[in-house]
């Protein structure tokens, strides 16, 4: 059955996008939270520029890309279960004063 | 099935890996998914929701299109994972198998697509029995065979310069800053570094020349080392990197993000019938890996590194057809013809989706950069010396705005040079 994928890690359609902004969604962060695209193990790589290009040209605005959110990569849970260091090489700085934001 | 490889290419050693218990001839160090596209093999996965038929896309370790399961672990890359002597690869998310997958039904079922909102309510007699299909339908992959062993080393670590991605601008950069006395680590997430440069005609010896050149000017350099996410709550900001041996959290007094572009698919009818391919993924199958992707390549969409890419292919003696846009694509399994806008159709055994890529912007923006809208395709703005709105980081080459493997270069040394 012809589909036009534009998310493929979750195989969000084409179709999928246009409902969503009939339904009323006009921000890529609510057609991202409405059809699921983007949330998939890719994060977006393959699909946060066409869903902007599609929405740009229904809204006439420009786009921004949906906040990235950590890990960038699938990432296997062991690698941040232990969380304190086991080599420091060199010992680094002492941390910046405050919050970095 | 013929073996798709060039005879006369430098490979690893013979061995051999195994699909479901089937023995494929590999070569060590040659991705896995490459090995099983040379063997004819073409289906690698089915996808999440309506099972359809799914190979490798972009070949390049981003777009998840090639998850399997290997040595019993899965959502592996078939694209990242090397093969070695004995290695087992099983297709996921199929019943019975990849090949015939019962739950492809799903598709012919959802025609109009799945609206997850509103596909179980009012539909109380029937929703015990849907959860159970749903569940069945849905997830990737199932866990793996055993626990880790033992949990991966932590190391810390804070340098002068941290260059992230070591295709030409990052090389580049690293080399200018490092002969200027800078002191520098560049992570690059490939098993060599050169980046965009292997799907280059000529650019594997550029890539080895750059290399080369990086460890005489003392850049110490990481390979196989993925950036993963910019942590900003802590010690100051730490950008956490997996390595072969563990975690590295990485702090710097300037960081650099060379993180190059993702290949993008062209928006058409059955845009992910296995046979569409990233442009580069071809370029990568024939220059990197020594295997000739097909017979007769359609080159679709209006990205100029088809300029690059079909000479390189007409070399070899396959059969280039440049189409500009594709209405559908058509194939039983694998692709068999383009079928244009205007209803004519331009038959290939392999389609190359020649898409404008997209800037890799995601660390760069986690670390405070910031992006142009969509007209930009998302490039991090940067001044001429490469700084963007964040002080501390900067950015060069492709994430800057696609351009040329040339440009980037010649980018990632205006950079350096001011570091």
């Known amino acids: 059955v012809p589909k036009v994928i534009v998310c493929r890690c979750e195989d969000v359609t084409l179709r999928d996008i246009e409902h969503a902004i009939a339904k009323g969604n006009r921000d890529i962060e609510e057609i991202k939270r409405y059809t699921g695209f983007g949330t998939g193990p890719c994060q977006g790589k393959e699909c946060v520029l066409a869903v902007a290009n599609i929405l740009a040209e229904r809204t006439g605005e420009s786009v921004p890309p949906f906040v990235s959110r950590p890990p960038i990569q699938p990432t296997a849970l062991k690698y941040f279960a232990r969380g304190h260091e086991t080599r420091q090489d060199p010992p680094p700085p002492a941390p910046a004063a405050g919050k970095a934001r | ?419």
């Open chain 2, 1 to 419: 099935v013929a073996d798709r490889r060039i005879a006369a290419f430098a490979r690893g050693k013979p061995v051999t890996i195994s699909l479901e218990g089937d023995p494929v001839r590999a070569y060590e160090g040659e991705p896995v998914a490459v090995a099983l596209f040379a063997s004819g093999v073409k289906v690698l996965s089915r996808s999440i929701k309506y099972h359809r038929p799914r190979t490798f896309f972009c070949l390049d370790g981003h777009c998840a299109a090639c998850f399997m399961r290997i040595d019993g672990v899965p959502n592996v890359k078939g694209c990242r994972a090397p093969a070695r002597d004995g290695t087992r690869c099983e297709r996921q998310n199929a019943l019975p198998s990849a090949s015939f997958d019962l739950l492809g039904a799903a598709d012919w079922l959802f025609p109009r697509g799945m609206d997850h909102h509103t596909l179980l309510a009012r539909q109380p007699l029937l929703r015990p029995v849907l959860h159970k299909v749903v569940r069945e339908l849905g997830g990737l992959g199932r866990l793996p065979d055993a626990p880790p062993a033992e949990l991966p080393a932590v190391m810390r670590r804070h340098l002068e310069v941290l260059v992230v991605g070591g295709g030409p601008a990052g090389l580049s950069c690293a080399i200018a800053a490092a002969r200027r006395g800078r002191k520098v680590l560049l992570v690059d997430e490939n098993d060599q570094p050169g980046g965009s440069l292997f799907a280059e005609p000529g650019g594997s010896d550029r890539a080895r020349q750059l290399t080369a050149q990086a460890r005489a000017a003392g850049v110490e350099l990481w390979s196989s080392a993925t950036a993963l996410a910019w942590f900003a709550e802590d010690e100051g900001g730490l950008l956490t990197v997996q390595t072969p041996t563990g975690l590295a959290k990485l702090s710097a007094d300037r960081t650099v993000y060379a993180t190059g572009t993702y290949d993008q698919n062209i928006l058409c009818a059955d845009n992910d019938r296995p046979g569409v391919v990233a442009a580069r993924a071809v370029g990568r199958l024939l220059l990197r890996w020594g295997v000739r992707p097909g017979a007769r390549i359609a080159l679709v969409g209006p990205w100029s590194y088809a300029d690059r890419l079909g000479p390189a292919l007409e070399a070899q003696g396959i059969a280039v057809v440049r189409v500009p846009a594709a209405a559908r694509i058509h194939g039983s399994t694998w692709v068999e013809w383009v079928e244009l806008a205007d209803g004519s159709r331009q038959d290939c055994d392999l389609c190359a989706a020649c898409a404008p890529p997209l800037p890799a912007s995601e660390l760069a923006r986690q670390h405070g950069a910031e992006v142009g809208g969509q007209d930009r395709a998302f490039a991090i703005t940067v001044n001429d010396a490469g700084a963007t709105s964040r002080p501390g980081v900067l950015a060069c080459g492709d994430v800057t705005g696609p351009a040329t493997p040339e440009v980037a270069a010649t980018h990632g040394v205006q950079v350096g040079e001011q570091l």
